[in-house]
């Protein structure tokens, strides 16, 4: 990592949709702006605006962008966080990027796309060589696992600037559950092909899953009134329910209420909604996508399943369903991992030491090296 300039003191974070509106980005934030004990103020700059609009978020855009040039004028002490994935998301931070450089602005760069090597490979030769110089320029690009890792060392990015840091969710503590005579199967995520839904939708209404008591909820943005109709084709409305996009203080109670945890998704960087899972001790059953299988082992923290398998989803939520011992076996294991390597405080303090470039960066207690 390069050394400092100066000391940093504050820290911006740039997040399309802002804490609220940012999805897991925004939320992941947010945890960080709500932790006690930073060193660091952080405050967040929403470079799209609470959805995409022709006229509000390229105004919400030069707004950042002036922002950002007028804090390099005020002060030599502020590091820009640019969260970035792909799509538009990379379109406007290689606009902030670039305002960055030309004012001598401080940036870091932090990635959390689901498959950032692709979407670069779809694009022309002139945005691959703004995308490099958009890394190449950051004094630290912040990776969610060893596959992007490598995608960014590829750009020309020296190993030295490039660290893994897993994403992380507070600790809602430890609590006995109590054995419920339904199960509750939880999803957390936007409702789309991407996440597994029409699997996890068939996988509910087969025969082996039938058999069974148990209720779901499908919590998540995305069209939410196509796949109630999805629901009710397969006669689950009665089983499942869809409440939309949920805040955080909602998602913390639907966890609390659950048995299982499912995200049967197709890619990933390292999903909040697993790490929600863990951290409430839930029976997790997800797929071996992104850095997933860097960390989470089959059988032991969770049940890993191949993605787009409907058969394998459905006899791991039946087994789970019929065996409370294994729900609460994975469940332990789960909270376990958690608290061993996912907690806020240890993630604040390693983000806070890469931010300020500090030489005396923490033991990396989420062992994300």
Not at 316 to 344: C, H, N, S, T
Request: with cysteine; aromatic share 4%.
């Amino acid at each position: 990592m390069s050394a400092s300039i100066s000391r940093v003191t504050s820290v911006r974070h740039y997040v399309a949709g802002g804490r609220e509106h940012g999805g897991g980005i925004g939320r992941l934030v947010g945890y960080v702006l709500d932790a006690p004990g930073k060193s660091l103020r952080h405050t967040v700059r929403d470079t799209r605006g609470p959805r995409l609009s022709l006229l509000g978020s390229p105004l919400c855009l030069a707004k950042c962008m002036a922002g950002l040039c007028t804090d390099r004028i005020r002060s030599v002490h502020t590091l820009h966080q640019l969260h970035v994935a792909g799509r538009g998301s990379t379109a406007r931070k290689l606009l902030l990027g670039g305002a960055a450089r030309l004012s001598g602005a401080r940036y870091m760069l932090h990635l959390h796309d689901y498959d950032y090597a692709a979407d670069y490979s779809r694009r022309p030769d002139w945005q691959k060589r703004a995308i490099r110089t958009l890394f190449r320029g950051a004094e630290t690009v912040l990776v969610l696992g060893h596959r992007d890792r490598d995608t960014i060392a590829a750009f020309g990015v020296p190993a030295d600037r490039i660290e893994v840091l897993r994403n992380c969710v507070p600790d809602p503590g430890a609590r006995l559950r109590p054995a419920h005579e339904t199960p509750h199967i939880v999803f957390l995520g936007q409702l789309g092909p991407r996440k597994g839904v029409p699997e996890l939708i068939e996988a509910l209404a087969s025969p082996e899953m039938a058999a069974l008591s148990w209720r779901a909820t499908l919590a998540g943005g995305g069209d939410v009134e196509s796949y109630r109709d999805r629901i009710a084709a397969h006669g689950l409305t009665d089983r499942v329910a869809l409440p939309g996009w949920l805040g955080e203080p909602e998602t913390r109670a639907l966890c609390t209420s659950a048995d299982i945890l499912v995200l049967p998704s197709h890619a990933e960087g390292f999903a909040m909604a697993v790490l929600e899972g863990l951290a409430h001790g839930l029976a997790v059953v997800t797929t071996p996508v992104g850095a997933h299988p860097e960390i989470l082992e089959h059988d032991r923290h969770c049940l890993l399943i191949p993605p787009g398998d409907p058969p394998a989803l459905a006899r791991a939520l039946a087994d789970l369903v019929a065996d409370p011992a294994r729900r609460a076996a994975l469940g332990a294991e789960a909270r376990k991992l958690f608290v061993e390597q996912f907690g806020i405080d240890g993630y604040v303090r390693r983000l806070e030491a890469l931010q300020s470039g500090t030489d005396d960066v923490p033991v990396n207690v989420l062992r994300s090296a």
